[in-house]
């Protein structure tokens, strides 16, 4: 594999390489469409660290936010879900 497709690679794994980011993925992969509020309540995370990470992981293409009213709906992306099987397969292998 040529060194550039490596370091491509590094860039897409660092924009989940946090165990905040981590944990968001796999909860919307559980419960699609939550709002900030929502993920910040159901792992526990200030509603600025919550919106910080989201916004990475929209950024990084992770996670896509949908407008609704007032309100902005999270749900993974492609790569969002390739990124949760990747992170679910990696914890296969520490047990």
Partial sequence: MPQSENKQLEAIIRGFA?????A?????ADRPDL???Q???ALDLNVKTAS???RELSI???VDKQADGRSVHHSLTQRGRA???FIEAMG????
């Avoid at 946090?18 to 981590?22: A, D, G, K, L, V």
């Avoid at 968001?24 to 919307?28: H, M, S, T, V």
């Avoid at 296969?92 to 047990?95: A, G, H, M, P, V």
């Fill in 18 to 22: 946090n165990h905040h980011r981590i």
């Fill in 24 to 28: 968001l993925l796999r909860l919307l």
């Fill in 35 to 37: 709002t900030l509020d």
């Fill in 39 to 41: 993920c910040a309540k």
């Fill in 52 to 54: 910080g990470h989201l």
């Fill in 60 to 62: 990084n293409g992770y």
């Fill in 83 to 85: 990124a949760v099987g």
């Fill in 92 to 95: 296969e292998d520490t047990t």
